[in-house]
């Protein structure tokens, strides 16, 4: 079963801006979506019955969620998304001046000095004030229009904030996983190196006393030396992804301190709903809407300016010799002008103009569409990666299980004599492979929840 959801005036402008009632003209942005998830089978899909704003607290890892609020408070980036909504705003008041009239003053004082023949010299000094007033009657909506632009404008800029936000907290989280995926793999490593230290010196004495040839020492010294040198590329990793989470926190390297801890594990339980509740919590989708509803009211614009305006313009003014005077009614000039005004022939300029804000029309549509399209795969390929990587999991804890078994056996046989050293070696190098893979894995299954709840719209706040 498929609902069909018309992506139109009803279904995103009335929704985004409350009284706006901005039709398309000729576009048909109908697009289908299906009712729910296919790949949520491991997953409740009832309407969400929680914010996700804050989803990192599912995890239960203290740091983590600490780190998030820092990011969001520090990062420099979104303090760039706040300045530009800020600039957003302000040009959508600047916009709305021109539905209202304007006042202006004016004053002046002249003074002057004529010669006659006879050497004689007079002076003069007059003084003048006045105001002034206009206003376009905007009988055909061009500037109503301009205002809608702008407002949809200053929204969208809100909306990229708000996916500025959510972009932000997932990539803190996934740098964090990053990191305690590395720092457990460095534990495995070194656990490693204890076995295989104590198989070197085991291979070493009985080199010593005869029993194996110099070939089974080198070979063992040689797994030993490959198994030390994970050591410093994970060390290199760390450090590095801590300067990242550093930066992302808007603090310089080498002043994040954190605690050693586990890799996280996601909630067992998260509601995705449906994916119509999805493009309604998505900013991103919203945000491409809006600049839909810029485009069609910037076309509209420009369809006016076909029309004839009307222009009012009226004056109050006083001129006088003395300054005294300067209210004096008996000098109180004023005057009133109403003036038409329309294109008669301009070479093509408002047609071209009309036909480049269809175009861009057009395009802010077929972006909408891709972003809901997008919004979608995303959901369904996070879907994909939670129940996948869950089932990777099961399957690397029960071989990472039977090859430390198998490790331990080989070292027993090994120490009597039963075997020689290279099965040894290959048990060993195949549990340390295996528990590292357990160790990315768990990260990458906690990865996946992380991209679920940003693909589900999760992850910022207005208030934040």
Known sequence: MKLSVRIGALATTLALIPGCAVTPGGKDPALTLPAAWRNAADF????????????WS??????????????????????????RVREAQARRDAQKASLFPTLDYSGSRNAGKSWTDGGTDRSSTSYSAGLSASWEADFFGKNRQSVLAASADA??????????????????????????????????????????????????????????????????????????????????????????LALLCGQAPGTLSLKSGPVPSPARRL??????DTLRQRPDVRAAGYGWVSA??????????????????GSL???????????????LATGIIAGISGPIFDTGRIRSNIEAQSAAEEQALL???????????????????????AQRLASLEKASAAAKDASKLASQKYRAGIIDITTVLDTQRSDLALEESVAAVQADRAAAHVQLYKALGGGWSAGS
């Not at 009832?46 to 996700?52: C, G, V, Y």
């Not at 089974?216 to 994970?230: C, I, K, P, T, V």
């Not at 509601?271 to 119509?276: F, L, R």
């Open 317 to 331: 003014g006083v001129d006088t010799l003395k300054s005294s005077k300067l209210f004096n009614p008996e000098s």
């Open 58 to 83: 599912d995890f239960g890892d203290a740091q983590m969620s600490s780190l998030i609020r820092r990011a969001l408070a520090g990062n420099r980036d979104l303090a760039s998304a706040m300045a």
């Open 155 to 244: 929204e969208a800029a809100k909306e990229n904030l708000y996916s500025a936000q959510a972009a932000l907290a997932s990539e803190v989280a996934l740098a964090y996983l990053d990191l305690r995926a590395a720092e457990e793999r460095l534990e495995i490593v070194k656990r490693s190196l204890t076995s295989r230290e104590e198989t070197t010196q085991l291979a070493s004495w009985r080199a010593q006393a005869g029993e194996i040839d110099q070939l089974e020492l080198r070979q063992s010294e040689s797994g030993l030396e490959s198994a030390r040198s994970q050591l410093a590329s994970l060390e290199q990793n760390i450090g590095q992804t801590r300067n990242r």
């Open 44 to 55: 409740p899909t009832a309407s969400p019955d929680r914010d996700l704003a804050t989803w």
């Open 271 to 276: 509601v995705v709903g449906i994916p119509a």
């Open 296 to 313: 069609i009211a910037r076309t509209r614009s420009a369809e006016a300016d076909r029309l004839p305006s009307l222009r009012l313009s």
């Open 367 to 389: 972006a909408y569409q891709s972003t809901v399209l997008t919004a979608l795969s995303e959901v369904e390929d996070a879907l994909i990666a939670c129940r996948l990587s």
